[in-house]
Structure formats: structure tokens, C-alpha cells
């Protein structure tokens, strides 16, 4: 199995662009993960989704983020408009269900800068 | 909220054992202990998780107190390569994993 595919690796964009992350799950798991990190904050939660589903979607900073997973096979991060605090490394990560009792496996993770 | 307390950052010496704490004395009864670490560059990976008894793995040991309120994680004989971010989360019902500052562990030759 390839694991967790995000993409891009690298985004470089400007300040009030739109930025769309990737994450395809590895197949068969039913439970997908968005987290930001970021030297102060360290890594946050943004949202989970279960077969699909927003679980948790509490760590989403504002208006400006929106996460969808159309499919159990991928799973878009938007920022519109995007700003230069927005800038960190994107992880996306995927387990086989809702269980808390199984482990996650993560992606390589998108490097954003904003500028 | 991570709901548990782990020091910053410990030491190790190459080719000793490591024993990283972890402190979660608000846990529930149906909270599991995962420890994942994550190394320079790199997304985490998953190390170990347990609910009550001690766990092995071929990567390392979690010892679990009694009352459940801490665990340890035990590396058995460090390398240059576990020079990581050692996080201890506490996996609640929701389903949801919240990692806290982690233990920043450095492996000296």
C-alpha cells in the first residue's frame, strides 16, 4: 500500500489566493484526519471524519477553512482567502474506523507558505 | 486540550534505555494511551498504544500505572535515529486523537 497521499508537497502561494490541499486515505479506512503544525502551536487538530462524516470539526480556525470528503477515497482542505498565519505544514492522516483503539497513519504532509 | 503533561525535553545516551513519562490523571475508563513520535521533517508514526495492561511491540514497551493515571513509555536501548518529538495521547471516545507539546528527546553518541 502507498500509505497516506497528500498533495502538493510544497505550496507557495499569496496573500488572499485560494489554496486546496489533497489527501487521498489509504484504502479501506474508513476515518480520515486534517492537523496543521506549526512552531507555536504545535500540531492542532483541525477536523475528523468518520465514513465521510464530520465528527469533530472544532479546530477549524474560521470561515476561511473548509474541509470536504466527497468520497471514502479522498478529501480536499480549502483556505479562501488565504493569509500568511496560515502558513504551516498540513497533515493528513487515515485509520481503518472511528475506533479509539487503532492507530493512525500520516501523510508526508503539505508545506504552505503565504506570502 | 491534550489532557496530558510530558516534559519538554529529555536526554539519552546511544544505546541506553529511555524511560519518557506521561501524566493523564483526568483519563476515562474507555480512554486508550497512544504514544506516537515524529522525527525531523517527518509526519508522525504510530509507537505504541495500550488501555490497561503493559504492551510490547518491536519498537518499544508502554507500562501503564494501576490507577491509570501515567504511563511510561520505554525505549530499550536508544539510538541516534529515536531522536524525536515523543507525543502521549490520550484516545477518547469520540474517536479523536489531540497531541500536545510532546517530549523532545535527544539521543547522544
Known amino acids: 500500500d502507498a500509505g497516506v497521499i497528500q498533495s502538493p508537497r510544497h505550496e507557495v502561494t499569496e496573500m488572499g489566493q485560494e489554496v486546496t490541499l489533497r489527501c487521498k486515505p489509504i484504502?479501506?479506512?474508513?476515518?480520515l484526519f486534517w492537523y496543521r503544525q506549526t512552531m507555536m502551536r504545535g500540531l492542532e487538530l483541525l477536523i475528523y471524519?468518520?465514513?465521510?462524516?464530520?465528527?469533530?470539526d472544532s479546530g477549524m480556525p474560521e470561515d476561511r477553512f473548509s474541509a470536504k470528503m466527497p468520497n471514502a477515497s479522498f478529501s480536499t482542505l480549502k483556505i479562501q482567502p488565504s493569509e500568511p498565519r496560515d502558513s504551516a505544514v498540513y497533515f493528513c492522516?487515515?485509520?481503518?474506523?472511528?475506533?479509539?483503539?487503532?492507530?493512525?497513519?500520516f501523510g508526508s504532509g503539505t508545506q504552505l507558505s503565504v506570502l | 486540550d491534550a489532557k496530558t503533561t510530558q516534559p519538554n525535553s529529555m536526554e539519552s545516551n546511544e544505546e541506553e534505555p529511555v524511560h519518557l513519562p506521561c501524566n493523564h490523571s483526568?483519563?476515562?475508563?474507555?480512554?486508550?494511551i497512544h504514544w506516537y513520535r515524529q522525527l525531523p521533517s517527518q509526519g508522525p508514526e504510530y509507537v505504541i498504544h495500550?488501555?490497561?495492561s503493559n504492551v510490547n511491540n518491536r519498537m518499544a514497551s508502554l507500562a501503564i500505572a494501576e490507577d491509570r493515571k501515567s504511563s511510561t513509555l520505554i525505549l530499550h536501548r536508544a539510538t541516534l535515529r529515536d531522536a524525536a518529538v515523543y507525543y502521549c495521547?490520550?484516545?477518547?471516545?469520540?474517536?479523536?486523537?489531540?497531541f500536545g507539546k510532546g517530549t523532545k528527546l535527544s539521543v547522544k553518541p
Open positions: 492522516a487515515s485509520r481503518p474506523t472511528g475506533g479509539n483503539n487503532e492507530k493512525l497513519f
Open positions: 495521547i490520550r484516545g477518547g471516545s469520540q474517536g479523536n486523537l489531540i
Open positions: 471524519f468518520n465514513n465521510n462524516v464530520p465528527i469533530d
Open positions: 483526568t483519563i476515562s475508563g474507555t480512554d486508550y
Open positions: 484504502s479501506g479506512h474508513n476515518s
Open positions: 495500550g488501555l490497561t
